[in-house]
């Protein structure tokens, strides 16, 4: 699992944790973007992935604090999918395999606008499966 504000904060008495802790929650809070994502096909997910990257760099945000923050923001049916791959992987999940297994998922592919026709052609009333197959493939 992702590490939370608390493991930096184990020993409130040891001021290095404290220190660190302090400046983990800063660099949390200061993290502007605030677009999310939730994986419909309206959404173009590596543009969407690319301008969170930049953010994440241009605020110093280590790993951990990378993954928390696409925690944050990646919403509906990404969300779902997102906590499937955290609880799969577990303490695998690192921003690179995250970021291939996104792609993969959620990137546009050369067909894409070929799905999109695709998926608005209906079968019509009454047509058998052979035409309408035939209709399709023409």
Not at 45 to 67: C, I, K, R
Not at 71 to 79: H, S
Not at 104 to 121: A, C, F, H, M
Request: aromatic letters at 14%.
């Amino acid at each position: 699992t992702l590490p939370t504000p608390n493991t930096y904060a184990r020993s409130p008495l040891d001021p290095a944790n404290r220190r660190q802790y302090d400046e983990f929650s800063k660099r949390m809070r200061e993290f502007k973007f605030k677009e999310t994502f939730g994986g419909k096909e309206t959404e173009n997910g590596p543009q969407w992935l690319e301008a969170f990257e930049e953010n994440a760099n241009l605020y110093e945000l280590d790993e951990t604090e990378t993954l928390l923050q696409l925690g944050r923001l990646i919403v509906e049916d990404a969300r779902i999918w997102f906590n499937d791959l955290k609880k799969r992987n577990g303490q695998n999940l690192n921003w690179n395999f995250f970021k291939a297994k996104f792609l993969s998922r959620y990137g546009i592919t050369d067909d894409y606008p070929v799905q999109t026709e695709l998926q608005k052609i209906k079968q019509k009333k009454g047509e058998n499966i052979r035409t309408f197959a035939s209709r399709i493939l023409a």
